[in-house]
């Protein structure tokens, strides 16, 4: 539970955001769910109903979107674009925000935009959930339905992961490992987390199977995917369970943080979902120890997480360990939920140049507070695979 104090200091936050979202959001060209103009409606709807407002500042974020899509100004991705826009359109619809079949003109159009994409990033090899094909493949699966309507678009995926599975480890072949230039070398690199690692595929896996999609083959890679990632773990004595990365070449391990998108939190969360959709006792218990690890993990030099930001900082640590609590109700994840949340909202400044997004922004923050305000746990985190 929190304090009558935090509560008053949650309220008068959550205003601050909402009144410079709401000033500010045409300054932003993006279009997509994390790091774009769908991540700021989000917030605004969700504002919106809590307070039972009627200022209509989330149809005024998403009018603004369409008119960027009318002016041309769109990448495809689901971080920046149209994928994360249209996931965007479809949350509104399933949780009753708007009306069923508000949005079917657009979203039909949104369609043939991402199966363009998707074909692009599979002839590319691109495979990132921000920009690439899982992001595209995450799109279709919450438009999903009974029909299978677009099981073709996800046997692409399907069809991949043989030789994704197989050349993962391997400097040349891998697509999966994220190429960066450090010091004027190349370097690939090997992430687990969920931006742009193995927990990705394996949440998209989950999704897949709990929509009827290739259930036996999603179970078998599933398990694959699992595995590699617990073979990963670091020596006892590590600060962290498992690497941010592993550098291909040298085999070169960095110790990760508490984020989201490459550390404990986003590893340990995304195996306990996956524990969760196939009923799997064991690893159930190997996340939440892993959690429990990160629970652990306070002061700067051990969660090495700096900001609020959830991508990589508190307001991630704080929903991570919200969610876990709801999935396995261990008092120390609820206590490492509110230790976050304090840190974050001591942290967050509101300046003209602050970042309005949810990956790293104000929207992200809000969404965090809004559930804690309200003692609700809404299922807005499905964008980051939290949920």
Not at 155 to 181: C, G, M, Q, R
Request: a negative charge; charged letters at 20%; aromatic letters at 12%.
């Amino acid at each position: 539970m929190i304090s009558a104090n935090l509560t008053t200091d949650l309220d008068k936050k959550l205003h601050d955001i909402y009144i410079h979202l709401g000033d500010h959001y045409q300054q932003y060209n993006r279009i997509g769910a994390l790091n774009g103009l769908a991540g700021i409606a989000l917030f605004q709807f969700y504002y919106e109903e809590r307070y039972n407002l009627h200022s209509g500042r989330g149809f005024d974020s998403l009018e603004h979107c369409i008119k960027k899509i009318n002016e041309g100004n769109f990448s495809a991705s689901y971080c920046n674009g149209l994928a994360g826009f249209g996931w965007l359109l479809n949350h509104l619809e399933e949780y009753k925000f708007v009306e069923d079949n508000e949005f079917v003109q657009i979203g039909s159009v949104i369609d043939t935009y991402i199966e363009n994409h998707l074909d692009q990033c599979i002839r590319q090899h691109n495979y990132d959930f921000f920009h690439g094909t899982l992001g595209s493949i995450f799109y279709f699966l919450k438009k999903s339905d009974s029909t299978n309507k677009y099981k073709n678009h996800i046997s692409l995926l399907f069809s991949k992961l043989p030789h994704l599975y197989d050349t993962i480890n391997d400097y040349d072949l891998s697509k999966v490992a994220v190429p960066e230039a450090i010091e004027g070398k190349l370097k690939k690199r090997l992430h687990l987390g969920p931006a742009h690692g193995i927990s990705s595929i394996i949440a998209i896996l989950c999704m897949a199977y709990n929509k009827g999609y290739f259930r036996e083959q999603s179970i078998l890679w599933i398990d694959e995917f699992v595995q590699l990632i617990l073979a990963y773990e670091m020596p006892l004595d590590s600060v962290s369970e498992f690497p941010m990365w592993i550098d291909l070449q040298t085999k070169e391990k960095a110790t990760s943080s508490l984020s989201w998108c490459s550390g404990d939190t986003g590893i340990g969360i995304t195996l306990l979902n996956t524990s969760e959709t196939l009923g799997n006792r064991i690893w159930k218990d190997q996340s939440s120890n892993i959690l429990k690890k990160a629970c652990q993990r306070r002061h700067i030099q051990q969660s090495m997480i700096k900001g609020y930001g959830i991508c990589h900082g508190y307001f991630g640590a704080s929903r991570i360990f919200s969610r876990a609590y709801s999935l396995n109700p261990i008092q120390e994840f609820e206590e490492a939920s509110i230790y976050w949340l304090k840190e974050g909202m001591d942290s967050l400044i509101i300046t003209q140049d602050s970042p309005m997004s949810i990956l790293n922004g104000l929207a992200g923050a809000g969404l965090v507070m809004l559930d804690f305000q309200h003692n609700k746990l809404s299922n807005w985190d499905e964008c980051l695979l939290i949920s």
